[in-house]
């Protein structure tokens, strides 16, 4: 089992452009969390994943976002039309979740967005 | 609103020695797991300790223990014999009984050699 891996690690882009990251979880996990962090601050939660329902997306996930999970493994995040604000270090978590128990997530080393 | 309150934006100690890191939080839910995360410089976040919170009894993993202070909702991380490999940010985080984690903002702690 490799954890979950991101790519690309790094993106540079022109403001206005489109990007899409995409994250691979643990094989057996049916979580998959995206979040935002932004320099000195803790990840933000943007939305998540039940195998591949979107169930919960934040309010900081606006129309330019775009999340999607086909058949409960991989997600890709796609930001439309690049803006300066949207630098930010995207981590994507990943997790199996039972009857009881902690939902505890793993990370992965994340996609650092840059907006030029 | 449940939060996440981390007081102490940066600390740094000597190698060998002990550092307590604050954490204190906000939620009208009864039973919920509090996390500890670590985020080394460059690479992943990764959890350092768990603690539910009808378990009266501190977490502990090896170097690590928490003070966990229901009532007074505060949760506080101990590092002994702290070492260079401990340098990281430090992240309180907790679920609260939803389906995602909200997180303080981070101690960044330094390990003088």
């Known amino acids: 089992d490799t954890g979950v891996s991101q790519n690309p690690r790094h993106k540079i882009t022109k403001r206005g452009q489109n990007v899409t990251f995409r994250c691979d979880p643990i094989?057996?996990?049916?979580?998959l969390y995206w979040y935002r962090q932004t320099l000195g601050q803790g990840p933000e939660f943007l939305t998540y994943f039940q195998n591949e329902a979107q169930l919960e997306k934040s309010r900081l996930l606006s129309d330019r976002f775009s999340a999607e999970r086909p058949k409960g493994s991989f997600s890709t995040l796609e930001i439309q039309r690049t803006e300066q604000g949207d630098s930010a270090m995207y981590l994507c978590?990943?997790?199996?979740?039972?009857?009881?128990?902690?939902?505890?997530?793993?990370f992965g080393a994340g996609s650092r967005l840059t907006v030029l | 609103a449940q939060t996440v309150t981390q007081s102490q934006p940066e600390m740094s100690v000597q190698e060998a020695e002990t550092v307590t890191l604050s954490c204190t939080y906000d939620?009208?839910?009864?039973?919920?797991?509090l996390f500890w995360y670590k985020q080394p410089p460059s690479r992943q976040m990764i959890l350092v300790i768990r603690?539910?919170?009808?378990?009266?009894q501190n977490a502990t993993e090896n170097r690590f223990s928490v003070n966990f202070q229901k009532a007074a909702k505060s949760f506080s991380l101990k590092i002994s014999d702290s070492q260079l490999g401990d340098t990281a940010m430090y992240f309180c985080a907790s679920p609260f009984g939803n389906e995602k984690l909200t997180f303080g903002t981070g101690t960044r702690l330094t390990i003088i050699p």
């Open positions: 978590a990943s997790s199996l979740v039972g009857i009881s128990g902690a939902n505890v997530l793993t």
């Open positions: 603690q539910e919170a009808y378990k009266q």
């Open positions: 939620t009208s839910e009864s039973n919920y797991y």
């Open positions: 094989s057996e996990h049916n979580r």
